[in-house]
């Protein structure tokens, strides 16, 4: 069977991550990294190909993808998989002596950052590094002189320079040549690079600030500017990287699981460097709930398995038995072993990567072809049709406090979603919060549309909320004489978990109760849940529209002092905006839950 890229894609994040390529045996083909794995996957199923890509991609069996916090931890861990694993399609690795350095010589009054590839024993400067990849080096350097202005002519050159380069006129040089910086001046941009280099950037931070704040007292206007562009660059640039910053050994284990599908993703992490991901797919005969089946398997992974014990076992969810499983290992490894799921700063980002990482490989798991063509046809059974259903449509209304209500409707066929005919409808002239009212003008305007001929008709309209709101879909068709489309209601149970719905055929006088396992149900389920994700994606978006005029002076807890701060980490209001959460948070002052309260206020 050969590789469906075209289903393949719908499911791969556009985050930055690294892929591998695997033949119809399960060997590696090749390993690639990406700043955005959608992206850069897709470039090797459309356009124009040499030869020797085009017979790589026609050996594809299958691609496992590993998503990472940012294309730096994507290069450090591409290059680890290489080396390990040696696939045909890749470059040959140099030896580790050959990786590239950052120099910066101590013999020249206006010294450049130079790429080299080996240190030399004569201690005429400092090497920084070794990177990864040149390219490593190269994008580096390029990021340095666009920031800090550093020269990156050869010595001759500069020896000879009667007036600017064009490297000045772009504004990537102070041109020292020609004498236009201070040797002091100079010296102060070039050690504020190297600090940066050395992850210290922090430091750079807060000097830069201090040197903005003193040039606008002293109506420096222009040069305040310069410095305020710089450290608005560099706070772009100083994404939290636990790769080689934190240390720490430790094994992740994230569980994942969605109706009918379940993952755990076990992610390795050796001297606070990130190794790779590994996804299973264990049976959950006994129906297991997520902590005590997460439990069991993390006792299989290593007990009796022989494999090497970390210092850290940090789980997704909470052991019901995490001291007598910290107890087995240690006494099974000879050392201490700690086991804990709630973590903090880089360990709890570690945490969230595994967890994005089996979520990403359930989604791809989930869009299995075979496994949607079953579920059609089990539902097919169970509601007696005649024949196998070929377009069902979802609705569900999401809203805060009745604030910014909106419809969703999502679409799914045999292929699965089909995104491209997913609809959004803005809910006005309804009271607050009344769902049934606004489910009746999302429906009226869909099947009003439908009638004019606009868009396709679907075999089922399912509908979430259960009997109140299938009443109005069924008072809805009745008004516009709808008669060949199938009703189908979702209501939750009674502990509202997974596994428990009613679903309502046609009238709320006819129910239907499907097993936990059924695939039917669990199409119900997934569409329900795309219905769901759907609408309250819709709301947030439509909710920060209205509140995008935000600023600090209108955010409880934020005063003079903490807008004062705010403004002299980031560099100005633009700055704050462009902020994470956790970026917001390392302001002083800033607590966490003040972070995440001003991050919301400024983006909904």
């Given at each position: 069977m050969?590789f469906?890229?075209?289903?393949f894609?719908?499911?791969v994040s ?8 695997l033949?119809?045996?399960?060997e ?16 090797y199923?459309?356009?124009a190909?040499?030869a020797?890509?085009?017979a790589?991609v ?12 940012s294309?730096t931890e994507?290069l450090?861990m ?5 080396k ?8 040959l ?19 450049a950052?130079e790429?080299?590839?080996a240190?030399?024993?004569r201690?005429?400067?400092?090497y ?11 994008e ?6 666009k ?5 990156n002519c050869?010595?001759s050159?500069?020896a000879n320079r009667t007036r600017?380069c ?7 040089c ?13 010296r102060?941009d ?7 280099l ?5 430091e750079?931070?807060a000097?830069?600030?201090q040197?903005?704040e003193?040039?606008s ?5 222009e040069?305040?500017?310069r410095l305020r562009d710089?450290?608005q660059?560099?706070?772009?640039l100083?994404?939290r990287?636990?790769?080689?910053t ?7 284990f994230?569980?994942?699981e969605?109706p009918?599908?379940l993952?755990?993703?076990?992610v390795t ?8 991901a590994?996804h299973h ?5 006994l129906d297991?709930?997520?902590e005590e089946?997460l ?7 290593y ?8 210092q850290e076992?940090l789980?997704?969810h ?5 001291a007598l499983?910290?107890?087995a290992?240690s006494?099974h ?5 700690r086991?804990?799921?709630?973590v903090?700063?880089?360990?709890a980002?570690?945490?969230?990567l595994?967890r994005?990482n ?8 989930l ?11 089990a539902?097919r059974?169970?509601l ?12 569900d ?5 009745g604030?910014a209500t909106?419809?969703?409707?999502v679409v799914?066929?045999?292929?699965g979603?089909?995104k ?5 409808f803005n ?19 869909r099947?009003?549309r439908l ?10 309209l399912l ?10 879909a069924?008072?809805v068709?009745n008004?516009?004489g709808?008669?060949?489309?199938n009703l189908l ?6 502990t509202?978990?997974p596994g428990?719905?009613?679903l309502?055929?046609e009238?709320?006088?006819r129910?239907l109760?499907l097993d936990?396992?059924s695939?039917?149900?669990h199409?119900?389920?997934?569409i329900?849940?795309?219905a769901?994700r ?8 439509r909710r ?14 934020v005063g003079?002092k903490r807008r ?12 704050v905006r462009q ?8 302001v ?10 001003i991050?919301q206020?400024?983006?909904?």
């Amino acid at each position: 069977m050969s590789f469906d890229a075209k289903r393949f894609l719908k499911t791969v994040s556009a985050a930055p991550g690294v892929y591998r390529m695997l033949d119809e045996q399960g060997e590696t083909l090749y390993i690639g990294k990406a700043k955005r794995l959608k992206a850069r996957l897709a470039s090797y199923f459309r356009g124009a190909l040499n030869a020797k890509t085009q017979a790589l991609v026609g050996r594809i069996a299958a691609i496992e993808v590993t998503v990472t916090r940012s294309e730096t931890e994507a290069l450090l861990m591409e290059q680890t998989l290489i080396k390990e694993l040696r696939p045909p399609y890749n470059i040959l690795l140099r030896d580790d002596k050959s990786y590239p350095f950052v120099f910066v010589s101590d013999r020249h009054p206006y010294p450049a950052l130079e790429y080299k590839r080996a240190r030399s024993r004569r201690g005429d400067g400092r090497y920084l590094g070794p990177y990864p990849s040149s390219s490593a080096v190269r994008e580096s350097l390029s990021l340095m002189q666009k920031i800090f202005r550093i020269r990156n002519c050869e010595d001759s050159v500069f020896a000879n320079r009667t007036r600017p380069c064009l490297q000045y006129q772009i504004q990537r040089c102070s041109a020292p040549c020609v004498g236009y910086i201070s040797e002091e001046d100079y010296r102060r941009d070039l050690e504020h690079a190297v600090m940066c280099l050395e992850g210290k950037s922090e430091e750079v931070t807060a000097q830069l600030t201090q040197q903005m704040e003193t040039a606008s007292q002293a109506l420096e206007f222009e040069e305040a500017a310069r410095l305020r562009d710089q450290i608005q660059q560099l706070r772009r640039l100083q994404e939290r990287q636990f790769v080689d910053t934190e240390g720490g050994d430790a094994d992740l284990f994230a569980l994942a699981e969605r109706p009918g599908a379940l993952c755990i993703s076990v992610v390795t992490v050796r001297q606070g460097r990130m190794l790779g991901a590994r996804h299973h797919s264990p049976e959950n005969g006994l129906d297991l709930g997520p902590e005590e089946l997460l439990g069991e398997f993390v006792s299989q992974f290593y007990l009796g398995q022989g494999r090497e014990l970390p210092q850290e076992v940090l789980t997704s969810h909470p052991l019901p038995d995490a001291a007598l499983l910290e107890d087995a290992l240690s006494e099974h490894a000879g050392k201490r072993i700690r086991v804990a799921h709630q973590v903090r700063g880089y360990r709890a980002q570690w945490l969230q990567l595994a967890r994005t990482n089996a979520e990403q490989y359930l989604a791809t798991q989930l869009d299995n072809q075979t496994q949607l063509s079953r579920r059609f046809e089990a539902l097919r059974d169970a509601l007696a049709l005649d024949i196998t259903p070929e377009r069902l449509e979802c609705f569900d209304i999401s809203h805060s406090h009745g604030e910014a209500t909106v419809a969703s409707c999502v679409v799914f066929d045999q292929q699965g979603p089909i995104k491209s005919d997913y609809r959004r409808f803005n809910i006005e002239g309804v009271a607050a919060g009344d769902d049934y009212a606004a489910m009746r003008q999302a429906l009226t305007r869909r099947f009003k549309r439908l009638a004019s001929g606009e868009g396709k008709r679907p075999d089922i309209l399912l509908v979430d909320g259960g009997k109140g709101q299938l009443n109005m879909a069924r008072e809805v068709f009745n008004e516009l004489g709808v008669s060949d489309v199938n009703l189908l209601g979702v209501a939750k149970g009674t502990t509202r978990k997974p596994g428990l719905e009613t679903l309502f055929v046609e009238t709320v006088d006819r129910t239907l109760n499907l097993d936990n396992s059924s695939p039917a149900l669990h199409l119900v389920q997934h569409i329900r849940d795309e219905a769901h994700r759907f609408a309250i994606a819709g709301h947030r978006a439509r909710r920060d529209k209205q509140r995008r005029t935000s600023t600090l002076q209108d955010i409880p807890g934020v005063g003079p002092k903490r807008r004062r701060e705010l403004l002299r980490f980031f560099g100005g209001l633009q700055g704050v905006r462009q902020a994470t959460r956790e970026e917001l948070a390392r302001v002083p002052g800033i607590s966490a839950s003040l972070a995440t309260t001003i991050h919301q206020a400024l983006h909904g």
